[in-house]
């Protein structure tokens, strides 16, 4: 058994709180190939145990998440690139729809900065606390890349259009004000008090009757629950074809390049 500071994704069910923690802070919580598998097994599993009423998705130090770690590239088999994009659409698209499928109350606990996929995931949250010292940037553009986790449909919805196309096509930086301004974010909280602030929150939260609150949760989320699957669908298949262009092939060397700067 290895212990905590090893794992990747801690997973842990208390007073009916199902707590998913992202624990690589020495990598800013990038997220490996690995823990794309590990986060969605954490979820079934509080969607198959009945003690839990909420589930709660956090970081350990200082960032919520980096997104993808840079070591997930390194991965590709360059021999078959179509079968490689193909098997990371399909990753992808699985990941994104456990989030859809989740039936419970799904709270985001942005502990510091959130980079990519942890962000377009945001949408797909029914609360998102953030600290202060939060920030919140998807740079696809930048990588040649294109939005994902929905967010192609979530987030106009959410902050508007002008500001979902100045976040998600231009790689537009928020900080957590900004983003509860335009309603990403529900609420923002002092960093010193952050963890005690959200914790006394969700275990009044979690007190509620677990049926009537997963039913309120269904009610809301099924009328368009086959759009966002459609929607993650269609998402992966332009990645798919984004990830074998030269641009993005050429944008990826060049952060490489700069970040060995």
């Known amino acids: 058994m290895s212990s905590n500071a090893e794992r990747s994704i801690l997973y842990r069910v208390e007073n009916g709180v199902a707590t998913i923690t992202l624990n690589r802070p020495k990598r800013k919580n990038a997220l490996t190939l690995e823990m794309y598998n590990e986060i969605q097994d954490a979820l079934k599993a509080a969607e198959q145990n009945d003690d839990v009423t909420i589930a709660v998705i956090t970081g ?46 799904l709270i985001a606990a942005v502990n510091g900065p959130a980079i ?12 998102v606390y ?6 919140f940037h998807t740079p696809f553009a930048a990588l040649g890349q294109s939005p994902e986790g929905c967010s192609s449909y979530t987030f106009p919805k959410i902050m508007g259009t002008a500001k979902a196309n100045e976040f998600l ?3 537009k930086k928020m900080t957590a004000q900004e983003a509860f301004a335009c309603g990403l974010v529900t609420e923002v909280i002092p960093d010193s008090h952050f963890i005690d602030v959200v914790d006394k929150k969700i275990k009044e939260y979690a007190k509620l009757p677990r049926n009537a609150v997963q039913s309120a949760k269904n009610l809301i989320r099924n009328g368009e629950k086959e759009h966002l699957h459609r929607v993650n669908r269609a998402e992966c298949d332009l990645l798919t074809e984004r990830w074998t262009s030269e641009e993005c092939t050429q944008a990826i060397m060049n952060f490489f390049s700069k970040s060995k700067l």
């Open 60 to 105: 350990t130090g200082d960032y919520y998440s980096s997104g993808n770690d840079l070591g997930n590239f390194m991965k590709v088999d360059t021999t078959n690139i179509e079968e490689a994009t193909k098997q990371s659409s399909t990753r992808l698209e699985r990941f994104v729809n456990a989030f859809i499928d989740f039936p419970k109350p």
């Open 116 to 127: 990519g996929i942890v962000v377009t995931t945001l949408g797909l949250m029914d609360i």
């Open 130 to 135: 953030a600290s202060d010292r939060a920030t």
């Open 169 to 171: 096509l231009f790689g």
